[in-house]
T-cell receptor, first 116, second 111 residues
């Protein structure tokens, strides 16, 4: 099936530890995104990438890092600099440019990160 | 991007139509209206989008006013599974540098 796969579903981080959230898509989409969602809140954009080997900071990039070495993969690392990482993390992808339909984002099931 | 305003919450009786409003008074001529929804603890799901004509698909209908300053998402026969947060977003076509989801409207469908 085509879609976006996020793993793991649940993740626990110890103090001072970096953790990496996986996001893989087989939709052949150029653009990929990471969002953070806190309880009862909307989504906030962390990073996005329109093409391989390029990515841009979103609204809350501090304490996070990403890479985009392959079209289908966009992993997010939550570093120890992120002091309040407990949240629901969502990855999305979309086709890039041109048409109204290419603003349609497809989301993964999310990773719920907690601090031990 | 144009800013949108949605009511924080709404209720609807099961089997009745759910009408979710969205104000986007600063929308420009090349901006589309998109609707997504997020069921609890899941990723958001695309529903529908439109520019100026009314649109319908298997999930919902989108009614955009003639001046394009507001729109309404209609779920014609709401079910309990339609309970979710509904997001209205205004975007220029093809400009997917980023997309901002606001707080949305929490729709509760009641039996």
């Amino acid at each position: 099936d085509g879609g976006i796969t996020q793993s793991p579903k649940y993740l626990f981080r110890k103090e001072g530890q970096n953790v990496t959230l996986s996001c893989e898509q087989n939709l052949n989409h150029d653009a990929m995104y990471w969002y953070r969602q806190d309880p009862g809140q909307g989504l906030r954009l962390i990073y996005y990438s329109q093409i391989v080997n390029d990515f841009q900071k979103g609204d809350i990039a501090e304490g996070y890092s990403v890479s985009r070495e392959k079209k289908e993969s966009f992993p997010l690392t939550v570093t120890s600099a992120q002091k309040n990482p407990t949240a629901f993390y969502l990855c999305a992808s979309s086709a890039r440019g041109g048409e109204a339909a290419k603003n349609i984002q497809y989301f993964g099931a999310g990773t719920r990160l907690s601090v031990l | 991007d144009a800013k949108t305003t949605q009511p924080p919450s709404m209720d609807c009786a099961e089997g009745r139509a759910a009408n979710l409003p969205c104000n986007h008074s600063t929308i420009s001529g090349n901006e589309y209206v998109y609707w997504y929804r997020q069921i609890h603890s899941q990723g958001p799901q695309y529903i529908i989008h439109g520019l100026k004509n009314n649109e319908t698909n298997e999930m919902a209908s989108l009614i955009i006013t003639e001046d394009r300053k507001s729109s309404t998402l209609i779920l014609p026969h709401a079910t309990l599974r339609d309970t979710a947060v509904y997001y209205c977003i205004v975007r220029v076509a093809g400009n997917n540098n980023d997309m901002r989801f606001g707080a949305g409207t929490r729709l509760t469908v009641k039996p």
